[in-house]
């Protein structure tokens, strides 16, 4: 029985203006369920760029991209962010927590919108959700009442609130001091030993990526090392 | 919790984000309705008044014989001549009075058609009013005092005296406002009249009659039936015109057209005797709703430039909302719905302020003399108007929000989080 949760195969991603240039060339890999995987390279070499299309938001590539054993190809808008709501948690360098709401509602809104459970059973998993990331007592302020650190750890939370089956993170700790990284990297870890989270992180920082369970390198829009 | 509760709540806060730019966009529509439902109330009301100075008092078809050659002669009417060229010369008119034939078995004939509200017959004479030495030229008007009030509204119209007393005095007479004002009669005083055959009769001033007309007041006056009958010297058979209302008014013209078949007599209708009112009145009409339209249209151009400001603000929001599983369409409705708010609340509002400045004008004084029931400013409620004022302003803010919200429905979060 196969355990990829995420599996791409050939992917090829062009840019055509002004000159056609691949960003992407031929990429496959495949995630097995409970990895913490990174994708490191140096600035430029394409891995943020694999990354979006991974998180289903750039359909603008060649290749067949498989979540969850389902072809992403050929789909909808909808059904995309329908696919991003359940399955994906993002964690981006930038927190992009909403100010108009407070921290516990910022962490319920994609499970509300998912309306799989009803409000009250949302609140306590929301509520759950940033008692692992120990940052419950801030759970009623305004997200622009907290530090870096803590925007950072709720949106961690936001990113787990639907039982995601993978967590993408596009330099989650770039913007963090080495204290509050080392913090995030702890979560990750955690996430990912106690809970069997999957997680694939694109980080330029060598330290944070050797202390993940895989490292993937990748070098002019090419992986050169696979990390097995 | 409910897709379309969820985008509500997003609305909201984004709106109480930018709650004073939100207010003055409000405040917008709420003006342009404001001004729509005043203005339509006014103009209507003036509309229904200036409408009513004539329609109310005028039949909706008048059954008549007008005084004009015959159009069949004698000689035609001979089988033998067929064939031969008539010479016929100085046509005049037959002497005869334009009495109605068998006037009562038309009207009631008329009062069983179920298209018929009411009828009203009536008498008009030619007479001169005797003021010492002086002849002035009048018109008497025989009429049936309950048919014409409850038909014409004659109690209206009628300033000083009471109506009734022309039924229940008998040679009583209402004198137009200006013919008694000539003749320096007062109520109580007993007038002379001379007829167009040279009869002289005494009537009894009952009344004053102000049609708000100057040229017919001086001319018009009114007796019952009966005394027109008597000061002619006719039977009480004697009729001149019957006078219908229909229910539908705009049946007038095909109605008039069966009478004046059905009746070999003349018919006229309402819409060929008074054309030029309509026109009036749908002018007045379409001139109110381009106001408000035009002010709606600058209002939604408010709300337009606010959500395109908020969407530049709101990028990052809206790419995160992108990421976790918001739809474009949902991103779309939320935007619609902050410009449905403004629209249906500030609409609402202009409902409010524009009844109140209805009642406001309803309280100015607006004394005529061409209008002796009229006191202030006349203003129609008619909620017709309140119906397509909110329709109108929710028309208006959707498409103002429409376009802002497209836009942020197309916005590419890569592309918002990959710049930070």
Known sequence: MSNKILEVKNIVKQFHDPITISVLKDISFSIDKGEFVSITGKSGCGKSTLLYVLSTMDTDYEGELIIDGQSMA?????????????????????????????????????????????????????????KILEIEKEALKRPNQLSGGQKQRVAIARALINDPIIIL???????????????????????????????????????????????????????????? | MNRFKLIYEIALQLLKARWKQTLV???????????????????????????????????????????????????????TLNNTHHFIESIKPFAGKPEIRNASAIMNYLKKDVRVNGVAPK????????????????????????????????QDYVVKGNYVDLKNIPNSIILGKGAADKMLAKIGDVIQVTTAKGDRVQLKVVGYFQSGLADIDKVQSYTSISTAQKILGKPNSYITDIQIKLKVIEQAPKVAKEYARLFEIDAEDIQTANAQFETGSSVRTTISYAVGITLLIVAGFGIYNILNMMIYEKMDSI????????????????????ALSIGFFGGLAGLGFGFLASAGIDQIPFNTSALPTVETYPVDYNPKYYVIGIIFSLITTYFAGLFPAKKASKIDPVIIIRGK
């Open chain 2, 319 to 338: 790419a995160i909302l992108k990421a976790t599983g918001f739809s474009g369409k949902d991103v779309k409705y939320i935007f619609v719905s902050i």
């Open chain 2, 25 to 79: 966009a409000a405040i917008g529509v709420t003006f342009s309705i404001t001004m729509f439902i005043t203005l339509l109330g006014f103009m209507n009301g003036l509309n229904t008044l200036l409408d009513g100075l004539i329609l109310n008092r005028t039949p909706h078809i008048k059954l008549y014989n007008e005084i004009k050659p015959s159009a069949i002669q004698p000689i035609e009417k001979d089988s």
């Open chain 2, 123 to 154: 008498i008009s004479a030619q007479v001169f009013y005797n003021v010492g030495a002086v002849d002035l030229t009048g018109a008497i008007n025989g009429i049936d005092v309950e048919a014409e009030s409850k038909l014409f509204f004659f």
């Open chain 1, 169 to 228: 993170g596009d330099e989650p700790t770039g913007n963090l001091d080495k204290k509050n990284s080392q913090n995030v990297f702890d979560i990750f870890k955690e996430l990912s030993q106690s809970f069997g989270q999957s997680l694939l992180i694109v980080t330029h920082d060598a330290d944070f990526a050797d202390r993940t369970d895989r490292i993937i390198e990748m070098e002019d829009g090419k992986i050169i090392s696979l990390g097995k």
């Open chain 1, 74 to 130: 050929k789909r909808k808008e909808a059904e995309l962010a329908k696919v991003r709501n359940e399955k994906i948690g993002f964690v981006f360098q930038f927190h992009y927590l909403l100010n108009e709401f407070s921290v516990l509602r910022n962490v319920m809104l994609p499970a509300l919108k998912m309306n799989k459970f009803n409000k009250d059973e949302i609140e306590a998993k929301a509520i759950e959700k940033l």
